[in-house]
């Protein structure tokens, strides 16, 4: 086989069109039970930031979300199965690749279900969804109330009642935020900084225009025009906006520790809680690749501006963020980012 594409999230299936469009015999491998990627995940109300039109994968735009507005959760999952039936994507699922090993003829790839493949090159986009990351925090063991991801977060209504705290200061803590503080008794929202707000009439789909003339103007050598803000500042959709009108959108800097019943900050103040919702981001799902000793400390691989693995030239890593492509962990961006990683691949 020529190549192999490890997981068939928005990243996967974008190399896959390329891929099939090369005329390359290839596969891709997810451990999902289903199409869709991380988004089979996303909590209940989670939509796109950027309108149907601007969040397309390469060769059918996603179709327009009826009634306008941000397409949700559900519908993004709708488009990637169709898109996946669409282009007849060779997925073979569930498979979840334990493995990537150094062979004779190219790459191994293992599988936890006892299978293997080898190919000539391999494509790693398992996103980060399966590695939610929290802080060491002193006392989080002693904490005796409920602690989840915002990767297992859900619904507003499961708080009803309760004194939360919603840790970090990204879009999933404003969202969450915005809708466990109608619900909760108390919520309390705590942040490593001062949050960073964009203005209101800017959405995914500038962020992503700003990107690309920034792209564009350091490969033409440009002074580039100055960041909007990253992906990682708050986009005011309309939950986050109603949160403002109620004046919930204040943080607290981060606590020292935690104890049985709560928060406690330097000073002494305390919050007392009967929830932590950890907000903090997610790390790049790599463990596959431990086998090639090429991780990094950071989690992250070293790779060329292509994705190419610099440690192994038949590796190639797509989706994870900036540095695997300008923003190639949005459905927008990895166009650009799977279109290069084709094009080098086998030349
Ligand atoms: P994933 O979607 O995670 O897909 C990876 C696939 O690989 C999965 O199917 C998984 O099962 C599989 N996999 C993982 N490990 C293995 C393994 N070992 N073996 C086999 N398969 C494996 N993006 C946008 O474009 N627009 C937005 O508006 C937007 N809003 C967001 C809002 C929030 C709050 C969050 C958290 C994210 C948002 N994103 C948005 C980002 C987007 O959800 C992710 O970046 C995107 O899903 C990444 O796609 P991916 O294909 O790289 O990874």
Not at 64 to 84: F, K, N, Q, S
Not at 146 to 152: D, L, T
Not at 208 to 220: H, K, P, V
Request: contains cysteine; glycine residues 10%.
């Amino acid at each position: 086989m020529d190549v192999l594409v490890i997981g068939a999230g928005q990243a996967g299936l974008a190399a896959g069109y390329f891929l099939k469009r090369r005329g390359l015999d290839y596969r891709l491998l997810d451990a999902g039970a289903a199409a869709g990627g991380a988004w089979r995940h996303g909590w209940e109300s989670l939509t796109l930031f950027s309108p149907a039109a601007q969040s397309s994968l390469p060769g059918w735009p996603m179709p327009p979300t009826p009634g306008g507005g941000y397409p949700p959760r559900d519908a993004v999952i709708a488009y990637l199965t169709a898109y996946e039936a669409r282009y007849a994507l060779p997925v073979q699922r569930p498979v979840q690749v334990t493995a990537v090993r150094r062979a004779a003829e190219g790459l191994r790839v293992e599988a936890a279900e006892g299978a293997a493949w080898t190919a000539r090159a391999v494509i790693s986009a398992t996103g980060t969804w399966s590695h939610p990351f929290v802080p060491q925090v002193p006392g989080r063991e002693a904490f005796a109330g409920r602690q989840i991801h915002s990767a297992r977060y859900r619904r507003p209504a499961d708080f009803a009642g309760q004194s939360v705290l919603v840790v970090g200061g990204g879009n999933s803590g404003a969202q969450i935020l915005a809708e466990v503080s109608r619900h909760a008794a108390r919520a309390t929202w705590v942040t490593e900084r001062p949050p960073v707000f964009l203005p209101d009439d800017v959405d995914g789909r500038v962020l992503f225009d700003r990107a690309t003339a920034r792209w564009q103007a350091e490969r033409e050598g440009r002074p580039a025009p100055p960041p909007l803000g990253g992906l990682g500042n708050i986009v005011m959709v309309p939950p986050v906006v109603e949160a403002r009108a109620r004046r919930v959108l204040h943080s607290l800097p981060p606590f020292a520790r935690l104890e049985a019943a709560g928060a406690v900050w330097a000073d002494g103040s305390r919050v007392a809680a009967e929830a932590i919702i950890w907000c903090t981001g997610f790390r790049p799902a790599l463990d596959h690749l431990a086998p090639l000793g090429l991780v990094e400390a950071d989690g992250r691989v070293r790779v060329s501006p292509e994705g190419q693995a610099l440690a192994e030239p038949r590796l190639w890593l797509l989706g994870y963020g900036d540095w695997t492509g300008a923003a190639s962990a949005t459905l927008a961006g990895v166009t650009r980012a799977a279109r290069a990683v084709v094009a080098a691949i086998l030349p």
